[in-house]
């Protein structure tokens, strides 16, 4: 799960602190560069992460590249950065509790990586940068403060939107929606059959139904000023819109959601799907291997599709989760650091990350796909369906206002009754502003 957070134990802190900080100096008799790695471990796994590290080594003789990987990388590393010991190289995305990425974004304490864009990537003629699939860099996720540097590359890249069971629609002759009245309209027909249309593991998956939504109601304008604070945006009927379509989709909410929206019982959402008692949840690729030993009905098949258009027959935008790589400021091995991140777009090493279905944004790559991933990155060849990339820019730290969870943790509120949609509304501007006078 991406927003996994796993609080580590004093004795694990330091354990982390021993195994990460041998980094900070090389080793005397080696003569080699030691190149610190920290890593979250996702949905993806460790291994392949082990596995490139060594073929990097063995083209890369005079480094030795130490690796720390956890589900709670963020409470490993954190106190061993305050206390002045930096990795060299980081794979972590935004979007996590912890907020570790963007609060270094936030203090200006990541290396501009532009240059590495130019670099050919070890062993290959061609640059990163001619690699990278189109789009994917200079937006608000690689270049955060709205410049033409780019600060963090994507490493992964994946569809989200939301997940279905082919196999049901399939056994009940139903159509996978693509206008909001049939969604609604299959909504009312699905609970005559006391299945819920819709659910989410935790309040955070909205991020991708919502910054989708907010760019199919208003176009990319729009969300590009939504998502930049512009003055009176949330007040605007294109934000009324999004809000009271989504108000409405919550009103079909499956019974359980809020309880178990939490990060224990998260899964128990994910398997409403999977035991048809859920239509449709906001939600990533990793699904499949996350629910891989799961108990599922019969004939189930995941799906994926974009969520229905505001206008039929309207462009629909699917939102692209990209994890990221990124270097601190104070790293003690900068330029090992970039050749590191240069050969991680190699042939040889998306080759090794595709094999645990860790799709790296590289020109070409789908072609190379199987299983479930063939279907789910063919919703990029829809002409009718734009990628969306990014998300809220960078201000300075605002004390007490936080409006991921302003926009997407008051879903809960709202299933429960606890807040209405004006509510709900007047939080959002009120927090945008704040964060428009913090400089967004």
Known sequence: MRRSI???????????LLAGCSADGDGPDSGKTTLSVAALEGGYGRDMYTEVIEAYKASHPDVDVQLQISKSI??????????????????????????????????????????????????EDRTVGDKLTDGIVGNLNTNPYGTDQTYLLPMYYAPTGLFYNKGLFTQRGWQVPTTWDAMFALGDTAKAQGISLFTYPTAGYLDSFFFALLADVGGEQFYTD????????????????VLDITTRLLSYAAPTTVGYANEQDFTKNQQSILDNKALFMPN??????????????????????PLPAVTPGGKRYITTSVESVWVPSAAKHKDAAKDFIAYLYSDEAAKIFAKSNAIQPIEGIA????????????????PAVAALVGGFASTAPVPGVDIKGTLFDTANSIISGDKTEDQWQAALNEASEKLRQAGG
């Open 284 to 305: 990533g690729t990793w699904i499949v291997g996350e629910m891989k030993d799961a108990p599922r009905a019969d004939g189930f098949q995941w799906g994926l599709t």
């Open 74 to 123: 963020e409470d490993e590393i954190t106190p061993n950065m305050k206390a002045g010991r930096f990795p060299d190289v980081v794979v972590l995305g935004q979007g996590r509790k912890a907020a570790l990425t963007e609060t270094l974004i936030k203090d200006k304490a990541i290396e501009d990586l532009t240059p590495v864009l130019k670099t050919k990537v070890p062993g």
């Open 226 to 241: 939504v998502m930049t604070y512009k003055q009176g945006v949330w007040q605007t009927p294109q934000a009324r819109q």
């Open 367 to 382: 072609s190379s796909l199987s299983g479930e991933n063939t279907e789910f990155y063919k919703v990029y060849e829809d």
């Open 6 to 16: 796993v609080l580590a134990g004093a004795a694990v802190t330091v354990l982390g």
